[in-house]
């Protein structure tokens, strides 16, 4: 098909998309390149990379934690970012390393 059922974007347009979302591109410069929305370049993303997401029922047994640098547009200067420890990849990255931040994410 060239186009999903109940979508108005075409499936080569949804794979060029793809293909983009694996390269160092914000959502905002993809979606001006393709004259979308970023909620679709977004709907995009979660629908192809869905094995990306983050488990949020599940924690391992033993995790690494550190804080790093990060953007300059976040609340807090210092990003908390967290991994399996038996398998050594990366978990999630909270953007926010402060207490209540940590606290509301893993109250989830």
């Known amino acids: 098909n060239i186009v999903s059922d109940n979508s108005s974007i075409s499936n080569n347009l949804k794979f060029a998309i793809a293909l983009e979302l694996q390269k160092n591109i914000s959502l905002t410069s993809i979606a001006k390149r393709y004259n979308i929305s970023i909620s679709s370049v977004q709907r995009i993303m979660d629908n192809c990379y869905s094995d990306f997401k983050v488990n949020k029922e599940y924690l391992p047994e033993a995790i690494c934690i550190d804080e790093f640098k990060s953007v300059k547009n976040i609340d807090g200067a210092m990003s908390f970012v967290f991994a399996d420890y038996?398998?050594?990849?990366?978990?999630d990255i909270?953007?926010?390393r402060?207490?209540?931040?940590?606290?509301?994410?893993?109250?989830?």
Do not use: P
């Not at 402060?98 to 989830?108: G, I, K, V």
């Open 86 to 91: 038996q398998s050594k990849s990366i978990i």
């Open 94 to 96: 909270v953007e926010d």
């Open 98 to 108: 402060r207490l209540h931040s940590l606290t509301e994410y893993f109250s989830r």
